[in-house]
Each structure stands twice: as C-alpha cells, then as structure tokens.
C-alpha cells in the first residue's frame, strides 16, 4: 500500500484548479497500490483553499498556516512538507513541477522517494 500526498496550489487564497489533475493522477497511482491520498495546503489564511480540496475526494487535509507560510520559501515548505510525509507514512509526494509543469515528485526536499526522473 502506498499512500501519496499532494501539495494543493493555490495563489492569495484562490484554489488552483491544476491541482485537480495532480489528484486525479495521484488516486490512479493509488489505486494500483491499494493506498489512499492526503491533501497538504501550505500558506497563510488557506482555510478556504482547504475546505475545496477536501471536496476533491482525498482522504484527509492537512494544513500548515500562518505567518511563517506568508512567503513561498522552500526551506519552510520543505520542513513542512517532510513532518507531514513522516508522520502519514505516505510513500510518494505529488505536486505540479513549475519547470517541468510534470505532476510526479521524485527527490523534492521533503519527499520519500529517491532523486531521479520526475515523469
């Protein structure tokens, strides 16, 4: 069983609707394993991006708010990003590359799968 986490997008509080492909491919890749998908919203006053991610079929919504998550640092979602990895188990991280604009995460600070090829 793998359980894979998504990283919701969003900018000044408005959902990103990219954010509904990346979970649509990450029920897919979770459904070959038997594992479930998690949701993590990162910035401050996201409660509204929150409650429309949970409308998007995943299993939970976790949330990390508030003054330190104002600015899009990656030290500071990386942090986050690992603390929620480590404490659901989940297997892989998803989140849409900005480079790329690919939707699987291999070897982002925070993740659990090794460096590698992101397609």
């Known amino acids: 069983m793998a359980d894979i986490l998504v990283v919701v997008e969003h900018q000044d509080g408005v959902f990103k609707k990219n954010t509904l492909s990346v979970v649509s491919a990450a029920k897919v890749l979770a459904g070959l394993t038997g594992g479930e998908v998690d949701a993590l919203v990162l910035g401050d006053g996201v409660g509204a991006v929150a409650d429309i991610a949970a409308g998007t079929g995943v299993r939970k919504v976790s949330l990390a708010k508030g ?18 990895v480590k404490a659901g188990g989940t297997a ?28």
């Not at 003054?67 to 929620?84: D, H, M």
């Not at 790329?100 to 995460?105: K, P, V």
């Open 67 to 84: 003054r330190p998550f104002r600015e899009i640092l990656a030290a500071t979602y990386a942090g986050a990003v690992a603390q929620v």
């Open 92 to 119: 892989r991280c998803s989140h849409r590359h900005r480079r790329s604009g690919r939707i699987s995460c291999r070897g982002c600070p925070g993740c659990s799968t090794p460096p590698g090829d992101d397609s």
